[in-house]
């Protein structure tokens, strides 16, 4: 996994505005930065231009939604200096998925679809921009690892709390994840949920 990959990007530190900005702060600074980066504005990097406005674009649906902001802070402040390369991988997915309660399998579908989009584009299978690698890395740790805010021994709570913040994910990263499905579904890659089939 390449560095970029590694943690999950800081969109307040993109922006250049501090965690507790109002909402006026950020909507200035994303305007800021769109305006800077805007491809006409950039014609010797429109490549580049069009993938800082993409995440921009996602930074800034992420925090002007309270609900999504606090969704992103937590998992900001609980993945912040862990390399998702130690905890995510098949099994640590799988025994996560398998100690779900029966009815929450439907919904750990999300998970199923996060990971397999975040195993193919490190593995180089499909092209991700790194921050929205980054950005499912981090929703999968916090899904995985057992110390977030609502623990899973608590019955159903614990996991509709995990599945708050990959929901976040999911919105943010819809038409990537879109996109996703259609390749699978085109070049036929069904195998990369195989170890995942209840």
Excluded: C
């Excluded at 890395?137 to 995990?162: K, Q, S, T």
């Excluded at 994910?169 to 038409?175: E, G, P, Y």
């Excluded at 390749?183 to 195989?194: C, E």
Aim: avoid cysteine; charged fraction near 30%; charge should be negative.
């Amino acid at each position: 996994m390449t560095d970029t990959t590694d943690q999950i990007t800081d969109y307040y530190q993109l922006l250049g505005i501090e965690p507790d900005a109002d909402q006026q702060t950020i909507k200035g600074a994303y305007l800021s930065k769109i305006k800077t980066w805007h491809p006409d504005k950039n014609p010797g990097r429109a490549e580049e231009a069009e993938e800082k406005t993409k995440i921009l674009n996602q930074a800034y649906q992420i925090l002007k939604d309270p609900e999504q902001r606090k969704n992103y802070d937590r998992m900001l402040r609980y993945t912040k200096g862990k390399d998702f390369n130690e905890y995510i991988n098949d099994e640590a997915i799988k025994a996560k998925i398998d100690k779900a309660y029966p009815a929450l399998k439907t919904a750990l579908k999300s998970v199923r679809v996060l990971y397999a989009l975040f195993r193919d584009a490190v593995k180089e299978n499909y092209k991700l921009h790194p921050s929205s690698v980054a950005m499912i890395g981090g929703g999968l740790l916090y899904f995985i690892l057992p110390a977030d805010l609502i623990p899973d021994f608590i019955p159903v709570v614990g996991y509709l709390d995990d599945l708050a913040i990959l929901t976040t994910i999911m919105s943010s990263l819809k038409k990537e994840i879109n996109d996703y499905l259609a390749w699978q579904d085109t070049a036929n890659q069904g195998h990369s949920q195989d170890s995942f089939q209840d």
